[in-house]
């Protein structure tokens, strides 16, 4: 069935470099997406990538996909305080609906 | 810039019953979505709806869960005889076309004593 996996945590200095990963099993994903949920609050798209590309930059936001290993990566680069919420990698199911099947998410924790 | 809403941000109901979770979807959106997140779990599709249809419902749809459009701007979804384990976060989702941008209410927090 459909699945996709992802780290619980990470933790990382202010102003390194995050690499979140995430791992899913439908080879025939069209679109994979990257969620951030900040305490209390609803569900934020920050980027999503079409399974024909490789890789998505967007200013700090690094998005790589490696399709033969069905592996998708976040990197965000100069992490800020302000960064440290839940990450939610998501992928488009295989029906003819828009169904996101999502990660269980990655708490990004960022210190000072 | 348009956002999805939900109402309440918060609802408490004794177990067995019904509740009524409110959204008014992104104005000329056409494909709307239920999902939900119990606590430390993954957020799980419930039901997506278009054309005032169900185009796909997941196991945990069942009998006891509905959605309307009544009147062109709220979707609603409702359980009608509440357990304890339907206690979770309850997002609305909305998107124009089928595949691309879905973007999600705050949520609704139901807990169900």
């Known amino acids: 069935g459909e699945d996709v996996e992802q780290s619980l945590f990470l933790s990382v200095r202010e102003g390194d470099s995050s690499v979140i990963n995430c791992t899913y099993t439908d080879s025939s994903s069209t679109y994979l997406y990257w969620y951030k949920q900040e305490p209390g609050a609803g569900l934020q798209l920050l980027t999503y990538i079409f399974s024909n590309m490789d890789m998505k930059q967007d200013q700090r936001l690094t998005v790589l996909l490696n399709k033969k290993d069905k592996h998708l990566s976040l990197r965000i680069a100069d992490t800020q305080t302000g960064d440290s919420a839940i990450y939610f990698c998501?992928?488009?199911?295989?029906?003819?609906?828009?169904?996101?099947?999502f990660g269980q998410g990655t708490t990004l924790q960022v210190k000072p | 810039e348009p956002e999805v809403t939900q109402t309440p941000s918060h609802q408490v109901t004794q177990m067995g019953q019904e509740v009524i979770l409110r959204c008014v979807p992104i104005s000329n959106h056409l494909y709307f979505y239920w999902y939900r997140q119990i606590l430390g779990q993954k957020v799980e599709f419930l039901v997506s709806f278009y054309n005032n249809e169900i185009s796909e419902k997941s196991e945990i749809f069942d009998d006891q869960f509905s959605v309307e459009r009544p009147d062109g701007s709220n979707f609603t979804l409702k359980i009608r005889s509440t357990k304890l384990e339907d206690s979770a976060m309850y997002f609305c989702?909305?998107?124009?076309?089928?595949?691309?941008?879905?973007?999600f209410g705050p949520g609704t927090r139901l807990t169900v004593l």
């Open positions: 998501a992928e488009k199911g295989s029906s003819n609906t828009g169904k996101l099947i």
């Open positions: 989702a909305s998107t124009l076309e089928e595949v691309g941008e879905q973007f």
